[in-house]
């Protein structure tokens, strides 16, 4: 909640319309992504197995390669 009202509020005059958008797809997938990674934690605890400990770690790599394609993108222009 806290990256969303800094990207609102701290961002809007410093950012191009098009990087505030790319701003809060990132705070988006962070959220769910941290979501999903606690939820597959919490079920780590009830099922161990190689099965969730793998769903676990995808959604730590898609977590980093999104933020990395993020960090790397280009500005048209």
């Known amino acids: ?13 410093r950012l191009s319309p098009e990087m505030l958008a ?12 941290a979501l999903g990674v606690l939820l597959i934690g919490l079920a780590a605890a009830q099922l161990p197995g190689p099965w ?17 394609s993020v960090i790397f993108a280009r500005t048209p222009g």
């Open 22 to 33: 790319v701003w809060n797809t990132a705070v988006q997938y962070h959220f769910w992504h």
């Open 52 to 68: 969730v400990r793998t769903a676990g770690w995808l959604l730590v790599a898609g977590w980093i390669t999104f933020a990395a």
């Open 1 to 13: 909640m806290a990256l969303g009202a800094f990207g609102a509020h701290g961002l809007k005059s």
